[in-house]
């Protein structure tokens, strides 16, 4: 069994008592809201819920309801008994780190990426929808499972960050109406947006710099920027933002950012108007969508630049 249907999907979450939810590495707005959310959904069908991620919660995230639940891997007790690993957002089991080694429950995965492996026991995947809150709300809304305010805040900041607050073309009329739901209860867009794009005075200095780096290829169709060390290491994880400087440029069709996330290892965000960028990625052995996607290049930010523009 791998893909499962809404039905099947249910009664296996009927049957399990202990869940586990995880969600990808670097967690996006996508993968903490939809988590927070369907934690909070999960309890109050009366389970037993535990969340965990292999990596550090963006600080920008700590004031969705039940952040502060979340727990590192170390912290968190493997030998309490588990019924499900329930994975959410996440297209590989990669992915997910080593939560996948140290828990031997039965997986499953909700998930959006056209590039997911099916890598689960059970695979609720719908590549129509934008962001993995959309499902979550979806979800709700067809098992009649409320919807309180916490959740609306933590499913619309899902669903808005992974379809640009509704600009990019993965957005339907889907998006928008589960959206809507989230703000009938109770989120705030405003104050939502608020939270997710403020910047520090710092970070828009060190964005003057990094524009620098811009720089254009084909014939204007490619555009590059990129972090170098010196960039990431104030940076730290929260670099959202800096590739929506390029794809806006009229003639630019697919905009990257690199990031050297070590001095032998290049992190790529691709993004395009109309390119299959998840076919590029997938070369380096990355995946996502077919207008956004990523992957990680093991060379150094120059030479990896180098490789990716002979690709493209
Ligand atoms: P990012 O550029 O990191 O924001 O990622 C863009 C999209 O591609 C997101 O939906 C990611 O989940 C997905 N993605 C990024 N890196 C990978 C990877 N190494 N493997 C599979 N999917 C990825
Ligand atoms: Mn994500
Ligand atoms: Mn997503």
Redesign the pocket.
């Known amino acids: 069994m791998s893909k499962i249907t809404i039905n099947q999907l249910h009664m296996a979450l009927s049957e399990a008592n202990s869940i586990v939810l995880t969600v990808?590495i670097?967690p996006?707005g996508?993968a903490i809201g939809s988590m927070l959310a369907f934690y909070e959904a999960l309890v109050g069908q009366g389970k037993q819920v535990r969340m965990v991620v292999d990596d550090t919660i963006p600080e920008k995230f700590s004031f969705l309801s039940y952040a502060d639940s979340i727990q590192s891997v170390d912290a968190f007790d493997w030998s309490q008994p588990v019924d499900m690993l329930l994975v959410l957002?996440?297209?590989?089991y990669?992915?997910i780190g080593r939560v996948g080694a140290l828990c031997s429950a039965p997986i499953f995965n909700i998930d959006h990426?056209i590039?997911n492996t099916e890598f689960a026991q059970g695979l609720y995947l719908r590549p129509d929808f934008a962001a993995t809150g959309e499902i979550i709300t979806d979800l709700c809304k067809k098992w009649n499972w409320p919807i309180t305010e916490s959740m609306g805040t933590s499913l619309y900041l899902a669903i808005a960050t992974?379809c640009g607050f509704f600009k990019f073309s993965n957005t339907t009329f889907n998006t928008l109406e589960m959206a809507s739901h989230c703000v009938k209860a109770g989120a705030r867009p405003n104050i939502i947006s608020e939270r997710i794009e403020a910047v520090s005075s710092e970070r828009l200095e060190l964005t003057k710099e990094v524009m620098q780096t811009i720089s254009f290829y084909k014939h204007n169709t490619v555009a590059i920027i990129s972090l170098e060390r010196k960039h990431m290491i104030i940076l730290g994880d929260d670099t959202?933002g800096f590739?929506d400087i390029i794809r806006n440029v009229d003639t630019v069709d697919i905009a990257i950012?690199l990031k050297a996330e070590s001095d032998n290892s290049t992190?790529?965000?691709?993004?395009s108007k109309g390119t299959d960028v998840?076919r590029i990625?997938a070369h380096f052995?990355?995946?996502?969508?077919i207008r956004?996607?990523?992957?990680?290049i093991h060379m150094p930010l120059e030479e990896a630049k180098a490789v990716l523009l002979e690709v493209i």
């Open positions: 990808h670097r996006d996508d957002d996440a297209s590989t990669e992915r990426h590039s992974d959202d590739v950012l992190r790529v965000s691709l993004r998840n990625a052995g990355g995946g996502g969508h956004a996607a990523g992957c990680t």
